[in-house]
């Protein structure tokens, strides 16, 4: 059913995706000490030269979070951009905070109406 050449490459595209799995969660431990955390709600405020995003959670719970140099932009979980962020995105986003310092964004998932519209 298939030839040799063809089992070659499904294996390496296979382990290729493998590798990229894993150097996505290191990615994610590296920009942090300790345990990475997450905090999800809408988008209200963006500001593109500071590259930081503030996401409300609920009436009184909000964060601005600080993308980190290194940090990845998704959408539904696919690479993106921070330009590709919107005001009322629905985002889920890995980070740290160092001491009492910013919280340092690792990632931000957006979804442009809640993850149920991926």
């Given at each position: 059913m298939f030839d040799r050449k063809s089992i070659g490459v499904l294996t390496a595209v296979v382990a290729a995706l493998f590798v990229m799995a894993f150097a996505h969660q290191a990615f994610a431990f590296s920009a942090g000490t300790g345990t990475p955390f997450?905090?999800?709600?809408?988008?209200?405020?963006?500001?593109?030269?500071?590259?930081?995003?503030?996401?409300?959670?609920?009436?009184?719970?909000?964060?601005?979070?600080?993308?980190?140099?290194?940090?990845?932009?998704?959408?539904?979980?696919?690479?993106s951009s921070f330009d590709d962020l919107k005001i009322g995105d629905w985002v889920n986003v890995t980070y740290f905070q160092k001491g009492t310092g910013p919280y340092i964004a690792s990632e931000i998932d957006s979804a442009r109406y809640g993850m149920q519209h991926c």
């Amino acid at each position: 059913m298939f030839d040799r050449k063809s089992i070659g490459v499904l294996t390496a595209v296979v382990a290729a995706l493998f590798v990229m799995a894993f150097a996505h969660q290191a990615f994610a431990f590296s920009a942090g000490t300790g345990t990475p955390f997450t905090y999800s709600g809408n988008v209200i405020a963006i500001d593109d030269a500071n590259r930081t995003v503030t996401v409300q959670a609920g009436p009184n719970d909000s964060i601005r979070f600080n993308l980190d140099e290194g940090g990845l932009v998704m959408r539904c979980s696919m690479s993106s951009s921070f330009d590709d962020l919107k005001i009322g995105d629905w985002v889920n986003v890995t980070y740290f905070q160092k001491g009492t310092g910013p919280y340092i964004a690792s990632e931000i998932d957006s979804a442009r109406y809640g993850m149920q519209h991926c």
